[in-house]
């Protein structure tokens, strides 16, 4: 079965770390575009980072130079790696699949989801 | 913060077609294909349309999508009570050099 299963969120005092996880089955994280997206308590959407499948990112302006995103093609698993948080990190946090194959940018497969709340 | 703007609400009763708009701008549905995501209350957002008007595997064909110019819709036909959820339009921006998505509706089952 094609899935993806988030771990690692919490809370975290303001100016913390935390790093998250995906891990991916029935599909190979390193052969596909990785996508995070978040979504605060209440609101939309919001795309935070890419990992393509050559290697190269992107991410959101709102988390460029505190966030990073990997993964490791041993364990079939995506990262984000969040630092220097703030209160409006606070979101679950989904990692999900681009659509294989095509140009479309949707996201085909999404993991359940990981709350993270930055609060002291 | 989302670059995509959607209604806030749509309503409709059972057997009835709603339409949800998306309005973007050159850089992202202008030139870039749209999505739309159903998330239900509580749970993870899932594909319902990709490529402007492509269903998914899966997918009732109660939900349309297509696209002109820099705007997208989302129509649900035979409307059912458990269509009620949040509808998202996303696409690719080329300016911003990421996803963005919709402000996102609430469809409501009268």
């Known amino acids: 079965e094609v899935q993806l299963v988030e771990s690692g969120g919490g809370l975290v005092q303001p100016g913390g770390s935390l790093r998250l996880s995906c891990a991916a089955s029935g599909f190979t994280v390193s052969s596909n575009y990785m996508n995070w997206v978040r979504q605060a308590p209440g609101k939309g959407l919001e795309w935070v980072s890419v990992l393509y499948s050559g290697g190269s990112t992107s991410y959101a302006d709102s988390v460029k130079g505190r966030f990073t995103i990997s993964r490791d093609n041993s364990k079939n698993t995506l990262y984000l790696q969040m630092n220097s948080l703030r209160a409006e990190d606070t979101a679950v946090y989904y990692c999900?699949?681009?659509?294989?194959?095509?140009?479309?940018?949707?996201?085909?497969?999404w993991g359940q989801g990981t709350m993270v709340t930055v609060s002291s | 913060q989302s670059v995509l703007t959607q209604p806030p609400s749509a309503s409709g009763t059972p057997g009835q077609r709603v339409t949800i708009s998306c309005s973007g701008s050159s850089s992202n549905i202008g030139r870039k294909t749209v999505n739309w995501y159903q998330q239900v209350s509580g749970t993870a957002p899932k594909l319902l349309i990709y490529?402007?008007?492509q269903r998914p595997s899966g997918v009732p064909d109660r939900f349309s999508g297509a696209k002109s110019g820099t705007s997208a819709s989302l129509a649900i036909s035979g409307l059912q009570s458990e269509d009620e959820a949040d509808y998202y339009c996303a696409a690719w921006d080329d300016s911003l050099k990421g996803s963005v998505f919709g402000t996102g509706t609430k469809v409501t089952v009268l």
């Open positions: 999900a699949r681009d659509e294989p194959g095509g140009n479309s940018d949707a996201f085909d497969i």
């Open positions: 490529s402007n008007n």
